[in-house]
Each structure stands twice: as C-alpha cells, then as structure tokens.
C-alpha cells in the first residue's frame, strides 16, 4: 500500500513541478523536489529512493542521524539538515550532512566550519532570511543579510549556496510571490556582491505555494506532505 502511494505522490508532484517550470519558461531541470521526510520512517525513504528520489530534508537532528544508520547502504542520498540549529548540534550536523538551510548567525556558522571534518567536502549552507519580518521565526534580517554572506563566504569548511526563507501563509498567486521575490532579489544583490561566489540556490516553496515559488526562481523545493502524507509525531 504505501509504495503504491509513494508512486503516486512523487509522480503527481514531479508533474506539479514539471507545469510549473513550463508555466515560468524556465529549464525542466532548474528546479528539483526536497522530499521533507521528517517524522517518516526509514523504509519510506528507501522506497522513496528506488522511485529516483535523492534529496532527503530532515529538521530533527537525533532521528536523521539514526535513519542514516539505517540506511547506510544508500551512499548516494544527500542529507540536508532543514530545521533551527542550535550550538550544541553543530559538530553532528557538520558530520554527517551535505547541506544545512537554517544557518541564520555568525556563531552557527563558525561552528560548522570549524567542525566540518576535514575529510569531507566542504558543508553547503544557506542563509534563512526572515523574509516576512515575523517575531517568531527564526532568519536573519534583509539588512544584516550583507555582513553575513560576507563572513560566511570568508569560513574555510562551509560553502555558501543561497538562501533559503519560510514566508508567512498568504492566499492567492500574487501574494505568495511576493516574498519569494524578495528573496530572489536578495539573492541576486549577493550576486552582484560577491560576483566569484557559487551562489546558485533559493531554497523556498511548499506544497502551498510552489507554484508561486518556482515562478520566482525557487531551486529547491521543500515538499513534505505531499509526498509523505500527514506528519506523525515529531522527534526531538
């Protein structure tokens, strides 16, 4: 039953993806699902991985680290750790993931760089700008976001890739794209910035509001639900 359901899911949002792209006149291949798999269990994302996924999202540190356990053999997953990092899981982070979305200060960074094993390629990281100013969300401002790219592009270990931003829910096209197009334009002024920079990724966009986000240039796009069905309790 569920690998019925995992094909239809995936087909249904590689098609949703594929009609987006088409309708913003972009490339088939400028943008890629993030399947979320937080709360689900290992053997959905092994069934996940036969159907061709390989982006793999998780938001709590202690059950990403023992699904990678589990799933050990599938050496071509890459991890990308998606949810609030605090101080004291930077060195596992570091260790064991391939991308981090949620770095927002100088002292996370600096804690992924110098705990980045040298053995490894260095860490890809995003910048999770608060892209609708809300109290309760977790993101550096659009005005410091300048002072930190800068810092960060300067940290040995750690690669900066993009940006990456949950905006407040909004009903209708127009105005879900308007903070993704906040972003992107976020995003270009780094460019513009920091010309020699491999700065290639808007990590932004839901089940909600993917549409509105790849019309504004999205990347990555972080798909749970759809995919996985409704969360089970989360882990901590």
Not at 24 to 38: D, F, I, M, N, T
Not at 48 to 71: I, V
Not at 171 to 187: C, I, K, N, T, Y
Request: charged share 25%; hydrophobic share 45%.
């Amino acid at each position: 039953m569920t690998e019925v359901v995992l094909t239809e899911t995936f087909a249904a949002a590689k098609s949703r993806l594929a009609a987006a792209l088409s309708a913003a006149g972009r490339a088939p291949q400028a943008a890629e699902l993030l399947a979320v798999s937080k709360t689900k269990p290992a053997a959905m994302i092994r069934e996940a991985h036969g159907l061709g996924q390989r982006q793999f999202g998780e938001n709590y540190l202690q059950e990403a680290l023992d699904k990678q356990s589990e799933l050990a053999d599938l050496d071509d997953i890459t991890w990308h750790f998606i949810g609030p990092l605090q101080s004291n899981k930077t060195r596992q982070v570091a260790e064991h993931f391939d991308w981090v979305h949620s770095v927002d200060r100088e002292k996370i960074a600096r804690r992924l760089a110098e705990q980045r094993p040298a053995d490894l390629p260095p860490l890809n990281v995003c910048l999770q700008v608060n892209i609708s100013d809300e109290p309760s969300k977790s993101g550096v401002t659009l005005e410091a976001l300048e002072p930190l790219a800068e810092t960060v592009l300067s940290l040995p270990g750690i690669r900066l890739r993009g940006l990456m931003a949950i905006p407040a829910p909004s009903d209708g096209l127009d105005e879900q794209r308007a903070p993704f197009a906040r972003l992107r334009e976020a995003l270009e002024a780094l460019k513009a910035r920091f010309p020699d920079a491999e700065l290639d990724t808007l990590s932004m966009g839901m089940s909600d509001d993917l549409e509105a986000a790849v019309a504004e240039g999205a990347t990555l796009l972080r798909l749970g639900t759809a995919l996985f069905g409704a969360r089970q309790s989360a882990a901590t």
